[in-house]
């Protein structure tokens, strides 16, 4: 009777974590689309570039950072560099690596989209939340980050996240 209502309570609690993922991300995304005309993606790229203590960064670190893969990250940053929001260059240090900095206009559309994501991030996630959840959310989310870090990475070399933050 207990390995049932064990199976029972992780089949509702993997729904229940699947449901934010179908619902509030692709809201998120449809909201940063519809008031700064950017993609979820683009808006988390710029983010993390406007963030940067640095002009720009290597973009596997980038990647790194962001929890992508590179390829992923490649093919955004290329999407983004023919849309004039980033610049990819040749690395100085080694050519066969290139790093990523955002431009003026990519950096014009990041400052005015992070207030009014913000602001719907706060309506559909910390004003819902006690201050309990939150934390308990956190907590969740260290737990199986650490685990997929440390048995599932996303590649040989991954270590540590970086300096690269990621604001949704």
């Known amino acids: 009777m207990a390995q049932k209502g064990m199976k029972e309570l ?49 973009l596997n670190r980038l990647a790194n950072g962001l929890g992508w893969e590179i390829s992923r990250i490649s093919h955004q940053i290329s999407r983004m560099e023919e849309t004039g929001l980033v610049k990819k260059s040749r690395n100085a240090d080694d050519s066969r690596c290139f790093d990523v900095s955002i431009t003026a206009k990519g950096r014009k559309i990041a400052e005015a989209a992070i207030p009014l994501q913000s602001k719907e991030i706060n309506h559909c996630f910390s004003e819902v939340l006690t201050q309990a959840q939150m934390k308990a959310l956190i907590e969740i989310s260290e737990a199986i980050s650490s685990h997929m870090k440390e048995n599932h990475p996303l590649n040989k070399k991954e270590n540590t996240n970086d300096a690269v933050t990621h604001r949704s």
Do not use: C, M
């Open 10 to 58: 992780d089949s509702r609690a993997w729904r229940a974590f699947h449901k934010i993922g179908t619902s509030l991300l692709p809201h998120l995304g449809r909201q940063i689309s519809s008031h700064s005309g950017i993609s979820g993606a683009e808006y988390v790229v710029l983010v993390a570039l406007s963030e940067l203590e640095v002009p720009s960064v290597n």
